[in-house]
Nanobody, 122 residues
Framework: VQLQASGGGLVQAGGSLNLTCAASGRTFSNYNMGWFRQAPGKEREFVAAIIWIGGSTWYTDSVKGRFTISRDNAKNTLYLEMNSLKPEDTAVYYC????????????????WGQGTQVTVSS
């Protein structure tokens, strides 16, 4: 499956951004999906994940209550709504797809999007 992330940008602390990941090539609805991020000099870390069907979601503690992951299988699209952004959320955000496991670690992913930069100014 090919993944194309978009929606990143520059925002002030406390602001919001909505990321989108468009999927193509294989049946999107068969894949568990996730968002990861990587800040300069740091390892890629898990942000949020959603199961292929049923709506169950997972979040890293630092984004709980601020970020919401969702998907529209009819549109082959994954979303990440980010509110109350903080400077420490600054990173390149990647979407990922995994066929047999919910991706909560970077090594779980079978496919990656190209990343979109999110910068939060203080």
């Amino acid at each position: 499956v090919q993944l194309q992330a978009s929606g990143g940008g520059l925002v002030q602390a406390g602001g919001s951004l909505n990321l989108t990941c468009a999927a193509s090539g294989r049946t999107f609805s068969n894949y568990n999906m996730g968002w990861f991020r990587q800040a300069p000099g740091k390892e890629r870390e898990f942000v949020a994940a959603i199961i292929w069907i049923g709506g169950s979601t997972w979040y890293t503690d630092s984004v709980k209550g601020r970020f919401t992951i969702s998907r529209d299988n009819a549109k082959n699209t994954l979303y990440l709504e980010m509110n109350s952004l903080k400077p420490e959320d600054t990173a390149v955000y990647y979407c990922a797809a995994a066929r047999t496991i919910v991706p909560t670690k970077w090594r779980d992913a079978d496919y990656w999007g190209q990343g979109t930069q999110v910068t939060v100014s203080s």
